[in-house]
């Protein structure tokens, strides 16, 4: 299968099929831990994008949790529920999988949310987190210009500080830990003294800081996201 890597630059206008490889490259991690995944479920699903991009990746069951009604979707509407956790809890729904994209900085009470999800996975089941890194290059470089500091965001997360929910949790052990989206361009063009977000940096830049690179970027955890997959004890 293709691999997904997650090293592309993220901006405010990340279109559909940015977000599309985001979700399949999640699957594969996923399915790298459990070969056997047949089943996901999407907390915040939107659209239902996600599971338009899990069932394109060959995982056969895909459910998603939304509130917010659209006039369109990506997927059979069946497929997403409007109802709580709690609801889907007291129906003894299970997964093997459960994903929250840019979903729990939004939530004021995550560790319940946690508990809530581990209610929700079968034996073993996994569980990915992305949310925007404190501590990437971009948010440090860009600061209050960076979309980490969005008035929607209820929390800031650090690696630290996200492993420290898992272990607060009701028992998930953390197996996967990795920053992805570099936002390389969006660092050239602060450097070029332009808006982050608008315009091309001048080839200049680039070769100017021609070692910084999206490897490095992920090597030193400095990237636009934080990436957890846990495990169910």
């Known amino acids: 299968s293709q691999e997904y890597i997650m090293s592309d630059t993220y901006d405010c206008k990340t279109g559909k099929k940015s977000d599309y490889k985001k979700f399949q490259y999640g699957a594969q991690q996923l399915l790298e831990l459990n070969k056997n ?8 699903c939107g659209t239902g994008l996600s599971l338009k991009a899990y069932l394109d990746f060959g995982i056969r069951k895909v ?8 006039d369109k979707y990506e997927v059979e509407k069946s497929f997403i529920f409007s109802s709580s956790l709690e609801e889907l809890i007291s129906k003894n729904l299970k997964f093997d999988a459960i994903t929250l994209w840019d979903t729990l900085e939004h939530l004021s009470d995550p560790i319940d949310t946690l508990n809530k ?3 929700l996975l079968e034996k073993d089941g ?3 987190i992305l949310v925007p890194n404190l501590e990437s290059l971009a948010t440090r470089l860009i600061k209050e210009k960076s979309p ?15 492993i420290n929910l898992f272990k607060l949790s009701k028992g998930f052990k953390l197996v996967h ?18 808006d982050p977000y608008n315009g091309t940096p001048p080839m200049s830049i680039w070769q100017d800081f021609d ?15 934080l990436l957890l997959i846990g495990k169910k004890l």
């Not at 459910?63 to 659209?70: A, P």
């Not at 980490?148 to 996200?162: A, R, V």
């Not at 070692?211 to 996201?225: A, H």
């Open 177 to 194: 830990e990795e920053t992805v989206i570099s936002e390389l361009s969006n660092i050239h063009r602060f450097l070029s003294f332009q």
């Open 148 to 162: 980490t500091f969005c008035i929607d965001h209820l929390f800031y997360y650090t690696k630290s500080g996200l």
């Open 211 to 225: 070692w910084l690179t999206p490897d490095l970027i992920s090597k030193k955890n400095l990237g636009s996201r």
């Open 63 to 70: 459910f998603g949790l939304e509130i917010t009604n659209y």
């Open 37 to 44: 995944l047949s089943s996901i479920f999407d907390v915040g």
């Open 126 to 128: 996994l569980i990915l």
């Open 117 to 119: 999800c581990y209610e």
